[in-house]
């Protein structure tokens, strides 16, 4: 399953919207996720599964990449 997951760059960083950045992972749970981006240092703001349609719409984006961790 793609997960999709917002972030700050630095794990002290307060959120703010204008600064959040997205990366896609695949993992079988949300835990799974975020025990595979521990080691990068981020402030995890929210993680959601991406399906169906949802994930479809998302891989027209340029942008979108998926981190096989």
């Given amino acids: 399953m793609v997960f999709k997951v917002y972030f700050q ?7 703010v919207r204008e600064k959040t ?5 695949e993992g079988e749970s949300v ?11 981020y402030n995890v703001e929210f993680l959601q599964a991406v399906t169906g ?5 998302e ?4 942008d ?6």
């Fill in 53 to 57: 349609a949802y994930l479809e719409y």
């Fill in 9 to 15: 760059e630095r794990i002290n960083e307060v959120p």
């Fill in 31 to 41: 835990l799974d996720v975020r025990k595979k981006i521990a080691d990068r240092g």
């Fill in 59 to 62: 891989q027209q984006n340029e």
């Fill in 64 to 69: 979108f990449k998926v981190l096989e961790i």
């Fill in 21 to 25: 950045k997205v990366l896609y992972v």
